[in-house]
T-cell receptor, first 115, second 113 residues
Framework: DSGVTQTPKHLITATGQRVTLRCSPR?????VYWYQQSLDQGLQFLIQ???????AKGNILERFSAQQFPDLHSELNLSSLELGDSALYFC??????????????FGPGTRLTVT | GDSVTQMEGPVTLSEEAFLTINCTYT??????LFWYVQYPGEGLQLLLK?????DKGSNKGFEATYRKETTSFHLEKGSVQVSDSAVYFC????????????FGKGTRLSVIA
């Protein structure tokens, strides 16, 4: 168990809809990353937050947005969903204050199916 | 931009066989290198890492050496077990800490008894 939790585990929704994926980082970790895993694109970085602020952006579509809250949990919002958005979405956390460790620890993922 | 190339799978081995999964990278600066493993139905787990040239990462019988001259980080294990069946991902992060990972496409390993 990595200590990173993600909800829900599975999500089935229709095209055009909007969903919210939630991530709770390991206790004390300040940085949260979102990754998308799909069969054709592999594992791709979407966006990173550090202590509530956006830190880096990857291949994130404009229809997608994220935020990190004061309690450090993060949410990834996906809107106007398309069939191609079906994928496994992972959250990872790293950087505990006062620690020199920076490895990323991954949650179990949310499997999104768009029908 | 930075990228990671790893050997295509799937790889099928008999139990106790020797495993090598090749990984090469392209990066500016001095990246940190990682191997992650994904067991069926689970998230990614960090298997091992190396942060500078000639470092050897090791864990659970797996090893990989950071070779700057060949820009490689090949994963090896001397004797695989059925329980090693999983997808293995090579990844890098830029030289600065706390940066996103760039992954290879993954290599599926199946070990048969």
């Amino acid at each position: 168990d990595s200590g990173v939790t993600q909800t829900p585990k599975h999500l089935i929704t229709a095209t055009g809809q909007r969903v919210t994926l939630r991530c709770s980082p390991r206790s004390g970790d300040l940085s949260v990353y979102w990754y998308q895993q799909s069969l054709d694109q592999g594992l791709q970085f979407l966006i990173q937050y550090y202590n509530g602020e956006e830190r880096a952006k990857g291949n994130i579509l404009e229809r997608f947005s994220a935020q990190q809250f004061p309690d450090l949990h993060s949410e990834l919002n996906l809107s106007s969903l398309e069939l191609g958005d079906s994928a496994l979405y992972f959250c990872a956390s790293s950087v505990t204050a006062g620690s020199r460790s920076y490895e990323q620890y991954f949650g179990p993922g949310t499997r999104l199916t768009v029908t | 931009g930075d990228s990671v190339t790893q050997m295509e799978g799937p790889v099928t081995l008999s139990e106790e066989a020797f495993l090598t999964i090749n990984c090469t990278y392209t990066a500016t600066g001095y990246p940190s290198l990682f191997w992650y493993v994904q067991y069926p139905g689970e998230g990614l787990q960090l298997l091992l890492k190396a942060t500078k040239a000639d470092d050897k990462g090791s864990n659970k019988g797996f090893e990989a050496t950071y070779r700057k001259e060949t820009t490689s980080f090949h994963l090896e294990k001397g004797s695989v077990q059925v329980s090693d069946s999983a997808v293995y991902f090579c990844a890098l992060s830029a030289g600065l800490r706390n940066t996103p990972l760039v992954f290879g496409k993954g290599t599926r390993l199946s070990v048969i008894a």
